[in-house]
C-alpha cells in the first residue's frame, strides 16, 4: 500500500508520535486509558507499516548488494523502533489489569517496560531529528503557506527546497519534540522511583518522607521502629492504673504520625489508577495507602 500524499502521512505520523507520549504521562490517563491507548498506538504502528510496505520491502530486497548509506540507516532504525514497540506492547500486556497476572517479579517486568519505552522514545526523536527537512517542508507547503496573504490564481507559491531550510526550521523541529521526549521520560522514571519505594519494608521511610518532604535516613528510621517496640513493651508491662493516664490530645496526634506506615504513599481514592488497588473495608481509600 502506497500513499504518495505527503500531508497525509505527516498527520499519521504527527498522531503517532502524540499518542506514544501521552502513553508516558500515566497520572494524566490513568491505568484504564493508558492500556487502550497502547492498543491504539500499537494498531497505529501497524497501519504505518502498511502505508511504507513497499519502501520496505525494496530496502530489505537491496541490503545484501548497493544501497544508499541513508537507507541502510533509516531501515535499520525503523525496524528497531518496531522491536521496542512490540516489547513494549508484550511488558504491557503482561503487566497489565486485563490478565492480572500474579506475578512475583512485578518490579522486574515494569522495569522491563519502563527500559524498552525510554530506549524507544530516544529512537523515536533520532528519526525525527534524521527527517526533520521532510517535516518542516511538508508543514510549511500544506499548513503554514495558509496563514499567507491571498495571491492572484495564477501566481506560483514558492515553497523553499529540503537544502534550502534553514537550521531555525530545523531547531522549530527538533527542539519541541526534545522537550516532549525529554518530560515524557522523566515522568516514567519518576514513577518508576516511587513504584519501587512502594514495598512493605520502606513503610516506614515513606510515611517520613509524606510528612516532611524529604526521606529520613536509615539511623533515624531506626530510632523510629526501636522507639516504637519499646513504647508497645511498655504499655504491655505498665499497670492498668497507669494506663489510664490522660494524654494530650495533640500528643496522641504525633505518635500516631509517626507509628503510621503505609505500603503506598500516593494515597489513591478510586480504581485504575494504581494497578494494586483495594478497598477492602470500603471507605473510599486505597488499602495500600491507609495506615497498617
Known amino acids: 500500500m502506497k500513499i504518495k500524499n505527503s500531508k497525509y502521512r505527516w498527520v499519521i505520523d504527527a498522531i503517532l508520535f502524540s499518542g506514544f507520549m501521552l502513553c508516558f504521562f500515566l497520572d494524566l490517563t490513568g491505568l484504564s486509558f493508558h492500556q487502550i491507548l497502547g492498543v491504539f498506538v500499537g494498531l497505529f504502528v501497524l497501519y504505518h507499516l502498511v502505508i511504507h510496505w513497499d519502501w520496505v520491502k525494496t530496502v530489505a530486497a537491496r541490503l545484501s548488494g548497493k544501497t544508499p548509506a541513508r537507507s541502510r540507516l533509516y531501515f535499520v532504525i525503523d525496524f528497531a523502533l518496531f522491536a521496542g514497540l512490540i516489547g513494549i506492547l508484550g511488558s504491557g500486556v503482561v503487566i497489565s489489569t486485563w490478565l492480572n497476572l500474579p506475578l512475583d517479579t512485578i518490579q522486574s517486568w515494569v522495569l522491563i517496560h519502563v527500559s524498552i519505552s525510554i530506549a524507544t522514545a530516544l529512537l523515536t526523536l533520532l528519526k525525527i531529528g534524521l527527517h526533520w527537512r521532510w517535516i518542516s ?34 531547531l522549530k523541529v527538533i527542539v519541541p519534540a526534545t522537550a516532549v521526549t525529554v518530560a515524557a521520560a522523566g515522568v516514567v522514571i519518576k514513577s518508576f522511583n516511587v513504584l519501587d519505594l512502594e514495598s512493605p519494608s520502606s513503610g516506614v521511610a515513606l510515611a517520613e518522607k509524606g510528612a516532611s518532604g524529604t526521606t529520613p535516613p536509615s539511623s533515624e528510621i531506626t530510632s ?23 494524654v494530650p490530645a495533640a500528643t496522641q496526634e504525633t505518635q500516631a504520625a509517626t507509628a503510621c506506615t503505609v505500603s503506598c504513599p500516593r494515597g489513591c481514592s478510586y480504581p485504575g489508577h494504581c494497578r494494586k488497588y483495594t478497598d477492602s473495608n470500603q471507605n473510599g481509600k486505597c488499602d495500600l495507602g491507609e495506615c497498617l
Open 137 to 170: 517542508v511538508t508543514w510549511y507547503k500544506f499548513f503554514a503557506r495558509r496563514k499567507l496573504k491571498p495571491v492572484p490564481a495564477n501566481a506560483q507559491i514558492r515553497v523553499p527546497s529540503p537544502s534550502a531550510i534553514s537550521r531555525r526550521e530545523f
Open 224 to 246: 523510629t521502629e526501636s522507639s516504637a517496640s519499646t513504647s508497645q513493651i511498655t504499655a504491655t508491662s505498665t499497670p492498668a492504673a497507669v494506663q489510664t493516664t490522660q
